[in-house]
Structure formats: C-alpha cells, structure tokens
C-alpha cells in the first residue's frame, strides 16, 4: 500500500510565506510525479504544481512567482513553498499522485489527507 502524508499547513498573514511538505512511502514511495491541489470552500480542487523525479516542474499560472515546488528524492517527499501568500490562498492543499503500476499495467491516483492554510490577519 502506498501513501501520501502531508504537513506544514497553517495560518498566515497576507504576505507570508509557508512551506508544505508530502511524503510518500511504502509501494509509492518516490514515485515518478508528485503533485500539489488545493481545494478552497465552494470550489473545485485546483491544480497547482508538479515535479517529476528528474526535477521537470509545472506550476499553475495563478502561483507561478510565488510558489515553488522541489523534492528530495532520498526522502520521497515533494515540497511547496508558498511566498506572498494572499487571502485568496486559503485553502486545503493536496498532495497527488497518479502512479503507474508495472505488475498490474494500471495507474492507480492516491491523494492525502490534507493540510489547511489559511491566509488572515
């Protein structure tokens, strides 16, 4: 069984800075992309960057500037670093994977349980 644990929510002021970390372990563990979502009240979950093991990294536009995201490989864990963070952030925040299984030839999508950050003064 694989999964995802994510850490490192909490609150912010506008303007500051978090960083959110998600490890993956047991048959996931390193898997090739590890990404971020985030779901905000009312809405829909929205992606928000990817980093394949090489290092190749995606961001959305709407972070792109603010956030970076980077792994370290021996721990298995992805990073976000959020900077600038605004009230429109707030969020619950995602670690994602879609991981492909060579015994079973099947992608199987694991998610974590979730990391709050809310951005208040």
């Known amino acids: 069984q694989g999964r995802l644990v994510e850490s490192g929510g909490g609150l912010v002021q506008p303007g500051g800075s978090l960083r959110l970390s998600c490890a993956s372990s047991?048959?996931?563990?390193?898997?090739?992309?590890l990404a971020w979502f985030r779901q905000a009240p009312g809405k829909q979950r929205e992606f928000i960057a990817n980093?394949?093991?090489?290092?190749?990294?995606n961001l959305a536009d709407s972070v792109k500037g603010r956030f970076t995201i980077s792994r370290d490989n021996a721990k298995g864990t992805v990073y976000l670093q959020m900077s600038s963070l605004k009230p429109e952030d707030t969020a619950v925040y995602y670690c994602?994977?879609?991981?492909?299984?060579?015994?079973?030839?099947?992608?199987?999508?694991?998610w974590g349980q979730g990391t709050q950050v809310t951005v208040s003064s």
């Open positions: 994602n994977t879609d991981h492909f299984d060579y015994y079973t030839g099947r992608t199987y999508t694991y």
């Open positions: 980093m394949t093991r090489g290092g190749l990294a």
């Open positions: 047991g048959s996931i563990f390193n898997t090739n992309v």
